[in-house]
Structure formats: C-alpha cells, structure tokens
C-alpha cells in the first residue's frame, strides 16, 4: 500500500544568498578562534569526516554534474592538497568554505560565528523540535570553537538582534482596486511584528479586485511565515498539495529525518516503489542510488480569513529561495496565485539542512539532506519554478518603472 504522510514542515532556516555565493569570503580568528591551532593530520581527518558526511547523505552531486559540470566527489585529491596548503584555523576555515561552495547548492556551506549563534538563538526557540541540530550546535567542541562574542549571552543571540529591518512594504496603486504588499525575507523574528502591519492592511483592501505580493529578492526564512500567517488570512477554502521527498539514505541524517516525519529509513517508502508513482521526470540517480521517499501531502485551511475574494499575482525572481520558494511551488501548484517575473532559485521543497560538528576543530557545517521533488518528478532544486507571466523581475524604486508590476497592471485592465 502506498504510504502518503501528512507533514507540517519545519521552519526552513534564512539564508543568504548572495553571502554564500562569495568565495572571497573571509573569516578572521577573532571572529572563529580556538587557542591551539591544528595540525595537519586533525584538519585532514576533519575533511575526510566530512566528505563520508556528504558521500553518504548529500543528495545533489548528479545535478551538480548536469547543471555545472563539477564532480565534486571525483576531486578528493585536489581538495586534501588544498587543505593541506593551509596555514591556519583561519585558511583551513576559508578552504573547506570553498570546497564546499563548489557543490553550488545555497543551503551547504560552513558556519561561521554569527551564523552559528543565529542558529542557536533560532534553534533554542524551537527547542522541542530540533533536537538533532541543537545536539549538533551544542557539541562541546563545537561550544569551544564558537565561543561568545560581544552581546551575545551564553552563545545565544538575543532575538531581536535577529530582526530584520523594513521589513515590509504596503501600497495601493491604484484605489479600491489593486493593493502591493512586498515582504523581503520570512525571518521568523519578523513574524509579529510584520503582522502587526501586514493583517490590518488586508483587511483594509479585502474588497479590492487585485493583490500583488511581492518576494522577489527574498531568499528564505520560515515557511510557517506565510503558511501560518499569510496564506489562512487570505484563503477562504482549504488548499492540499503534494510534493515527494527522497533520501540518499546515510545514517548521519537518520536522527533529522525521524525528528521530521517521526519515522525511520525502514518505515518509509523503498525507493523500489517509486515507479509506481510514474514520476516522468524523477531525476534517474532516485531510482539507482537513493534508499527511501515520502509522499508528502500538506493542507492549509483558512484561519481568521479577511474575505479577500480578488485576484493574487506573486512577483519572483532569481533569488527567490528555500522557504520563499516553498511560496512559489505552493502558489503555483494549487492556483493560490498567478507568478509573474523570472524563473526562482529553487530548493523549497524540504526542511531545515542537516548540520554537523566537525570532531578535531569543531567547526560546523551544513547540508542539504533530501531531494524535493515537485508532482511531476522533477527535483525543485535543479529545475526550480517558473512564472506563469515572464517578465523582467528587476526591482524598480519607481513602480512606474518596474516591469513586473507594470505587467500585473495591465492584466487587471
């Protein structure tokens, strides 16, 4: 029997996107320090740990050889020579950030120290439900390396420190008939503060014909942000959507898994019977290599509805990632709104990157740990989603002159 598993997914962590793209970036030993510096056979067993973490259980290293033509797995050599040519903790630091940037996948990189209390602090929060990764981030070597800066108490990032600034944006452009809301990131520190404005200015706009929701440039944070505070406020049915979640299998991230689903590789489904599924474009390494999927099947209901029965546009763009794709994918998979703009960054489909602790230095890194796979196959993170309407995405200081929105308008009309 086929087995479909209802799943509230967990909050999808922020991140930034253009920061882990830099390869130039550069962590200083003030920043992540540790009082003795390690040798060359601790870093080098450091890297090899890391490397069978991500043998075993990253899923993206296919798509990483169709999208950009690197096997990452093939160039183990080349990396213990770079890791050998470090100086430092500081350049063995940067080096493993690189490598790891060379699986061009936004939600795999290192820790560094702000990061890493970012986490703490989201994490804490939370505490009930992320315990793989609090077990990861309180690691006692991990605890020593990342040790307390300035302002943060016991290595715990107060919340408000994590809020972001402007967050929203409200307008009417044009009266009693199309309304602009525009959130930049699904920070979840940002959640009652924004609703503070964003609940009472859909009511004021309920009876208007259009809504255009703005995330282009928005590259994540909580998928509950719009799950639990945007979309029931707006719908006045419920909406199901199904999507697929398949695991390499690796036992690191069997711990992340259960905490999720609450089941183990064993009690999910085989890989063998996905071609039941008659998915037409499941990536083939699913079927050869992986252990185990889910299908996962979610339904948002509306919850204190301002009665908005109008017209939604979603703008997206290149940036739109991880929870803010999860928005899109959602959108456009049940009708909820028409997408108009750029092709997104994808990866949305899938919950918060495992994190693991690295046993010498103590460092952190993480990584995706599932393939999201949209209704018809394919993995959202190698083909992402594509809008409705396509149209320049690029953002505009004067509405008149963005492109996007002027294509919304001329819809209405």
């Not at 390690?38 to 490397?51: I, N, P, Q, S």
């Not at 093939?74 to 490598?99: G, M, Q």
Request: glycine share 6%; charged share 25%.
């Amino acid at each position: 029997m086929k087995k479909s598993i209802l799943i509230t997914l967990l909050m999808i962590v922020t991140f930034s996107f253009i920061g882990c793209m830099d390869n130039n970036k550069k962590v200083s030993n003030e920043e992540v320090s540790n009082s003795q510096e390690l040798t060359e056979k601790e870093k080098l067993d450091d890297f090899e740990y890391m490397y069978t973490i991500l043998k075993e259980n990253y899923p993206y290293f296919e798509v990483n050889k169709r999208q950009n033509g690197v096997d990452w797995l093939s160039k183990k050599n080349e990396y213990i020579d770079r890791i050998k040519a470090t100086t430092d903790d500081e350049s063995f630091f940067n080096t493993l950030d690189i490598i790891l940037f060379e699986l061009n996948n936004g939600h795999t990189s290192m820790v560094d120290k702000s990061y890493y209390s970012y986490l703490k602090s989201l994490y804490s929060e939370n505490s009930k439900f992320f315990q793989p990764w609090l077990k990861q981030l309180n690691n006692p070597k991990a605890m020593e390396r990342y040790k307390p800066i300035q302002g943060i108490e016991n290595g715990v990032q107060s919340s408000v420190n994590n809020i972001t600034p402007q967050n929203v944006k409200t307008s009417i452009l044009e009266k009693n008939k199309v309304a602009y809301l525009s959130i930049q990131s699904f920070n979840m520190f940002n959640i009652d503060e924004d609703m503070k404005t964003i609940k009472p200015f859909l009511q004021d706009v309920k009876d208007y014909k259009s809504l255009i929701i703005d995330i282009r440039e928005n590259v994540g944070g909580a998928t509950t942000y719009w799950t639990d505070h945007i979309v029931p406020i707006l719908i006045n049915r419920p909406l199901d959507y199904s999507y697929y979640i398949a695991y390499p299998g690796g036992s690191f991230s069997e711990e992340f898994v259960k905490y999720i689903s609450g089941l183990g590789y064993e009690e999910l489904q085989p890989i063998s019977s996905i071609k039941s599924e008659k998915l037409r474009n499941l990536p083939p390494e699913v079927s050869e290599s992986f252990k185990c999927y889910i299908k996962v099947t979610n339904s948002l209901k509306p919850n204190s509805p301002v009665g908005f029965n109008g017209k939604i546009y979603l703008l997206i763009d290149g940036s739109v990632f991880s929870s803010s794709e999860a928005f899109a994918v959602f959108a456009k998979s049940t009708g909820f709104a028409t997408l108009v703009g750029e092709r997104t960054g994808g990866d949305g489909i899938g919950s918060d990157p495992a994190i693991c602790t690295l046993p010498n230095s103590g460092y952190c890194f993480r990584f995706t740990k599932e393939m999201g796979i949209a209704p018809d196959g394919a993995c959202n993170f190698e083909s992402k989603t594509e809008p409705d309407i396509k149209v320049s995405a690029v953002k505009a200081t004067n509405f008149n002159d963005d492109e996007a929105i002027q294509a919304v308008l001329k819809l209405v009309h």
